[in-house]
Structure formats: C-alpha cells, structure tokens
Nanobody, 126 residues
Framework: QVQLVESGGRLVQAGGSLRLSCAAS????????AGWFRQAPGKEREYVGA????????YYADSVKGRFTISRDNAKNTVYLQMNTLEPEDTAVYYC???????????????????WGQGTLVTVSS
C-alpha cells in the first residue's frame, strides 16, 4: 500500500518560488503515476498537473503551465512540484495523489484515485 506525505508549503511573497515534495512509502510507487492538485478556501479541488511513472511525460493545467514543473526521483520515492512566479491566486492547500493508471486518468478521475496525501498549505502574499 502506497502512502503519501507532502511537505514544503509555507508563506511566500508574490513573484517568489517554492518547491513542494511528496514522499511516498511502498515499494510499488515507482510504477504509479502521480499528480498534484490544490484547493483554495471555498473552492473545488483543482487539478495542477501530473507525471507518468517514469517521469518521461508531464501534464499541466493551463493556469500553471510555464510556471510550475513536476518531476520525480523514483530512487527517493519522491515527486516534486517546483512553483515559480507565484501569484496570490496560487494560495491553496496542495495535495499529491498517485494511481497505477496513467496521468490522463489522474486528471479525469481524481475523485477515485488510489491514494492521497494530507496536503500542505501554500500562502502567497501580495
């Protein structure tokens, strides 16, 4: 059973950068696709992006494309979300998720993904 723990969230000024980490336990994580989502207060959970099990393919929501980068290190069982040029609108709790299926599935079936982390709060001040 894979378990996920996010870290790295904090208060940052607009225009700044932040890297979130999602550490996984479980020997099968390297065969899982992973995704990042976020949820702002009073809003629905929003897809941010996803990465294939190998790291060879990445996908992003239009709202973060060009500013955010997802990567993974399977030797460390960790997925990363590098966030640059942060905006106040990026303020949210950020969650990582993983599933044995492919990244497009992660985007379209987020309600039934196999495993979620507990989230980490990112606050961007103006």
């Amino acid at each position: 059973q894979v378990q996920l723990v996010e870290s790295g969230g904090r208060l940052v000024q607009a225009g700044g950068s932040l890297r979130l980490s999602c550490a996984a336990s479980g020997r099968t994580f390297s065969s899982y696709a992973a995704g990042w989502f976020r949820q702002a207060p009073g809003k629905e959970r929003e897809y941010v992006g996803a990465i294939s099990w190998s790291g060879g393919s990445t996908y992003y929501a239009d709202s973060v494309k060009g500013r955010f980068t997802i990567s993974r290190d399977n030797a460390k069982n960790t997925v990363y979300l590098q966030m640059n040029t942060l905006e106040p609108e990026d303020t949210a709790v950020y969650y990582c998720a993983a599933d044995p299926r492919d990244p497009p599935y992660i985007r379209s079936h987020y309600r039934v993904l196999e495993v979620w982390g507990q989230g980490t709060l990112v606050t961007v001040s103006s």
